[in-house]
């Protein structure tokens, strides 16, 4: 790369906040490794005068959760005219709010587990118990409920028992205003990342999660140790390639760009059930993408330049 000058945006004030910290440092440093200047900016109220006095050659976002995935900063650098590696606003709030995401996903043909999603004021209008009554009777049990916005699977929890919705439900509510309650796929829980790094995106080599519970939560995600990878996933050849044709799709048909992840369950009848599509994985030390990246042969660092260089020119 020639000596480019970057501002990596981590931390905000989202939940995800120690987790983005964590991206940004892994890929201010990659990004140094390529000869690049680069800067680690927070999102605070210092951040748009920073972008107007002292405007870097292109950001990379290191977001999690928020105005990071929301769309939010991504329209204020639209605003601005600054270069960014990622998604346009409009479809970052399309993937952001899953279950716009899952509708889309469910009218091109995609699997995705069947949902209902309702906001805190249905619950405390009708009645709690009766809604969530009407929940199993329609989805079944187990059930997994989960923020209809958010990630790294906070508020996320599997409902095996009709007693243990309502403290699953306030466990959600924490976190978002609605409950997304889905029917709990058993089966090879799989990520597969999509970088367009040339002339067409392309699917990176699936990563298998095995966590040590059985659930892959935010304990499971952060903490080193607790949870195996496999990469490439421990899938016959027509499963993986299924694998990669669908995070393809999904990327699409949502509108990403750059970089994306699909996180799908692989059921137990080889159906590739997409769960939710991320517009800015995580690059921890346990994150998945960088997983993908070193088994596909690459550097996380030559890769976020490439990205970046195609940021520039697109602007």
């Known amino acids: 790369m020639n000596e480019r000058t970057l501002a990596v945006l981590a931390g905000g004030l989202s ?23 680069v800067r680690e900016w927070d999102v605070d109220g210092a951040l748009v005068e920073r972008l107007r006095t002292d405007p870097p050659d292109a950001v990379a976002i290191a977001l ?10 991504q329209a204020v650098l639209e605003l601005l005219g600054v270069p960014f590696v990622g998604t346009p606003a409009p479809a970052c709030r399309r993937a952001w709010h899953k279950p716009t995401a899952k509708a889309e996903l469910d009218r091109a043909g995609l699997d995705t587990p069947d949902w209902v999603a309702l906001p805190h004021t249905t619950f405390r209008a009708l009645g709690a118990q009766a809604v969530l009554d009407a ?10 409920l989960k923020p209809d916005q958010g990630g790294s699977a906070l508020g996320a929890q599997v409902v095996r028992e009709r007693s243990e919705l309502p403290a699953a439900m306030v466990s959600c509510l924490a976190y978002a205003d609605s409950v997304l309650a889905e029917g709990f796929v058993a089966g090879t829980e799989v990520a597969v990342a999509v970088v367009h790094d040339g002339d067409e995106p392309r699917a990176l080599p699936p990563v298998e999660v095995e966590a040590a519970g059985g659930i892959y939560d935010y304990t499971a995600r952060y903490t080193p140790g607790v949870t195996t990878f496999h990469c490439p996933a421990r899938l016959d050849a027509t499963t993986l390639a299924t694998l990669e044709d669908t995070a393809l799709a999904a990327h699409r048909l949502l509108g990403l760009r750059d970089v994306s992840r699909m996180d799908a369950v692989v059921d137990t009848d080889g159906r590739v059930q997409v769960l939710e599509v991320n517009v800015s994985p995580g690059l921890t030390e346990t994150s998945l993408l960088p997983t993908a990246v070193r088994t596909a042969g690459m550097d996380l660092g030559e890769l976020y330049a490439t990205l970046v260089e195609q940021a520039i020119a697109r602007s």
């Open 15 to 37: 939940h995800e906040r120690e987790v983005s910290l964590r991206s940004g440092r892994r890929l201010a440093a990659a990004l140094r490794e390529t000869g690049a200047s």
């Open 64 to 73: 999690h959760g928020g105005e990071g995935e929301n769309g939010s900063v």
């Open 135 to 144: 929940m199993v009777d329609r989805l079944g049990l187990p059930l997994m």
